[in-house]
């Protein structure tokens, strides 16, 4: 019978006036961090919604189609990850290697995605300076691609470290610090796609 | 001496936890797109039924892949901290421009 949920074995962990371990404490006040960053980004692009003096415009520009599919890209890759850390966590050495590719090749596939848009949004000619709803759009997403880039960059880096056996069971925090950096990414568009994309107008 | 706190254990979900979640990830987003398309007229309709789906999307992804559900508290109030701020400032700012209640001109 398959249980819902697995006792995991802690893996060594200094203790500490708080009982957590201080990497994770540390990864997730810095995304308490992030979302400072991500919400000054976000609240630019709002309070110049809707105010460009020229176009293009949102709704002349948006491919909604498309982003929805690089959005479920995105939502995969967060599956993927947490696969990953399924697998480190029970030693599936194998199981590992797969997942943590598989999260970074749905990673550059988004990245991907928006090359192709951004390069298609320049020939319809918006880009940083057009206007404010370029400025702020490129700025946002732009500022959200780099950090998938980090992500994938991160995510390579452990495989390649499974690849030569040294990311193990006991390693698992490793991993699992590098899940929530790769989450926060997708949480942070899921409120792009929505407050950006799909409220537009 | 005090006695230092042990470090906590917790359980993790399975994989079959973290693949009903992936469905439901996906079929929400596919509700947002048509959604999209159904309210395009009712824009502030349309605004408030996407914002709703999204924070499902949000609250799932966090409480299960970034395992806030069965983790310290400490974790949810940093990050919840955080959010607040950063949605208050949103609020703030949209406010302050006149984005809340005016229409945009495009």
Same mark, same amino acid.
């Given at each position: 019978?398959?249980?819902?949920?697995?006792?995991?074995?802690?893996?060594?962990?200094?203790?500490?006036?708080?009982?957590?371990?201080?990497?994770?404490?540390?990864?997730?006040?810095?995304?308490?961090?992030?979302?400072?960053?991500?919400?000054?980004?976000?609240?630019?692009?709002?309070?110049?919604?809707?105010?460009?003096?020229?176009?293009?415009?949102?709704?002349?520009?948006?491919?909604?189609?498309?982003?929805?599919?690089?959005?479920?890209?995105?939502?995969?890759?967060?599956?993927?990850?947490?696969?990953?850390?399924?697998?480190?966590?029970?030693?599936?050495?194998?199981?590992?290697?797969?997942?943590?590719?598989?999260?970074?090749?749905?990673?550059?596939?988004?990245?991907?995605?928006?090359?192709?848009?951004?390069?298609?949004?320049?020939?319809?000619?918006?880009?940083?300076?057009?206007?404010?709803?370029?400025?702020?759009?490129?700025?946002?997403?732009?500022?959200?691609?780099?950090?998938?880039?980090?992500?994938?960059?991160?995510?390579?880096?452990?495989?390649?470290?499974?690849?030569?056996?040294?990311?193990?069971?006991?390693?698992?925090?490793?991993?699992?610090?590098?899940?929530?950096?790769?989450?926060?990414?997708?949480?942070?568009?899921?409120?792009?796609?929505?407050?950006?994309?799909?409220?537009?107008? | 001496?005090?006695?230092?706190?042990?470090?906590?254990?917790?359980?993790?979900?399975?994989?079959?936890?973290?693949?009903?979640?992936?469905?439901?990830?996906?079929?929400?987003?596919?509700?947002?797109?048509?959604? %999209?398309?159904? =309210?395009? $007229?009712?824009?502030? !309709?349309? #605004?408030?039924?996407?914002?709703?789906?999204?924070?499902?999307? +949000? /609250?799932?992804?966090?409480?299960?892949?970034?395992?806030?559900?069965?983790?310290?508290?400490? %974790?949810?109030? =940093?990050? $919840?901290?955080?959010? !607040?701020? #950063?949605?208050?400032?949103?609020?703030?700012?949209?406010?302050? +421009? /006149?984005?809340?209640?005016?229409?945009?001109?495009?």
């Amino acid at each position: 019978m398959q249980h819902a949920y697995t006792q995991v074995p802690v893996a060594h962990v200094e203790a500490t006036a708080t009982g957590l371990n201080s990497r994770k404490l540390l990864m997730w006040t810095f995304l308490a961090s992030e979302c400072l960053f991500f919400g000054s980004l976000i609240s630019s692009y709002l309070a110049y919604r809707g105010k460009s003096q020229t176009g293009p415009y949102p709704a002349e520009t948006f491919d909604i189609p498309f982003t929805s599919v690089s959005t479920f890209v995105l939502l995969m890759s967060s599956l993927m990850m947490v696969l990953a850390l399924a697998a480190v966590q029970r030693g599936d050495l194998r199981g590992t290697k797969i997942w943590l590719l598989a999260t970074a090749l749905l990673g550059t596939t988004f990245l991907g995605g928006q090359y192709f848009e951004f390069t298609t949004f320049y020939r319809e000619g918006l880009w940083l300076p057009t206007n404010l709803f370029g400025t702020t759009f490129f700025v946002l997403t732009g500022f959200h691609g780099a950090h998938v880039t980090i992500g994938v960059i991160w995510l390579l880096s452990l495989w390649v470290q499974a690849m030569r056996g040294q990311l193990r069971q006991e390693h698992s925090l490793n991993v699992e610090i590098a899940g929530l950096y790769w989450h926060f990414v997708d949480v942070v568009w899921i409120v792009i796609f929505t407050v950006v994309y799909l409220i537009h107008g | 001496m005090a006695e230092r706190p042990h470090p906590v254990e917790h359980p993790h979900p399975s994989s079959s936890v973290y693949l009903k979640v992936a469905t439901v990830l996906a079929v929400v987003t596919a509700i947002e797109v048509a959604v %999209y398309y159904v =309210l395009e $007229s009712t824009p502030h !309709l349309l #605004a408030a039924a996407l914002l709703a789906l999204s924070a499902t999307k +949000f /609250g799932l992804v966090a409480a299960f892949y970034m395992h806030l559900k069965f983790d310290s508290k400490l %974790y949810t109030a =940093l990050f $919840s901290g955080g959010l !607040l701020v #950063a949605g208050s400032i949103a609020i703030a700012f949209m406010a302050l +421009f /006149g984005t809340l209640t005016q229409q945009p001109m495009h």
